[in-house]
């Protein structure tokens, strides 16, 4: 039913519920460090606000994500999603040929990866 929704809820939409509801309930457990909604929120804000002046990001630019599995992952997401930028998510794993037929598929902008990439 929610798909059928005009316009259709995003999973952005249930996680800003969530936010509402239990900003002080964990969401994500790594490593030592538990991160809670409103910690995610205010998180992917700040990243959303940097690539909107930083590297003038516009609703519709499609995002190359070259991270590995980590929250910074997740706030980067959110950021884009929140911009309205589709994220093209790459294997952090893929090198040579692979990595390179995924980035032209992609279509992207903007390539975003971590220093260790």
């Known amino acids: 039913r929610r798909l059928n929704r005009r316009p259709a809820v995003t999973l952005l939409d249930v996680f800003q519920g969530h936010v509402r509801r239990w900003p002080r309930r964990p969401l994500l457990l790594f490593q030592d460090e538990v991160y809670t909604y409103e ?61 390179r037929h995924a980035l032209g598929a992609a279509g992207a902008t903007l390539l975003l990866a971590s220093p260790g990439e």
């Open 39 to 99: 910690e995610v929120e205010r998180r992917s804000n700040r990243v959303a606000r940097a690539f909107s002046q930083r590297l003038q990001l516009r609703p519709g630019e499609t995002v190359a994500v070259f991270l590995p599995n980590e929250p910074t992952y997740v706030w980067t997401w959110l950021a884009l999603a929140k911009l309205g930028c589709p994220m093209a998510c790459l294997n952090c794993n893929a090198r040579g040929r692979a990595l």
